[in-house]
């Protein structure tokens, strides 16, 4: 079982930048792929970025490429991911997921992912 918990949303203007956090608890991440999901209201959870076990490999959705870094502290048991330049259409509530043990350290599919955290509502607006 591993407890995740997001942090670090919030309401941003065009062009600005937030960093999420992810929080693992009661179990470490450290042999687990990790993703971020991304879910705006009316749509399909989609996939974001996806950070390998040790940090030294990164994926990313074409839509964040140069503009979203994920990141990894397995000593604190935390993911992050760096949102800059920020567009409207970025506004969804944010996931970080664990990915399913096998297989490669990402996936597309959300249900390749098993435990997931409550979400944080990144809202960008002018």
């Known amino acids: 079982q591993v407890q995740l918990v997001e942090s670090g949303g919030g309401l941003v203007q065009p062009g600005g930048s937030l960093r999420l956090s992810c929080a693992a608890s009661l179990r470490t991440i450290s042999g687990r792929g990790m993703g971020w999901f991304r879910q705006a209201p009316g749509k399909e959870r989609e996939f974001v970025a996806a950070?390998?076990?040790?940090?030294?490999?990164?994926y990313y959705t074409d839509s964040v490429k140069g503009r979203f870094t994920i990141s990894r502290d397995n000593a604190k048991n935390t993911v992050y991911l760096q949102m800059n330049n920020l567009k409207p259409e970025d506004t969804a509530v944010y996931y970080c997921a664990t990915r399913g043990p096998g297989g490669s350290y990402y996936d597309l599919n959300p249900k390749e992912y098993d435990y997931w955290g409550q979400g944080t509502q990144v809202t960008v607006s002018s």
């Open positions: 950070i390998s076990r040790s940090g030294g490999a990164t």
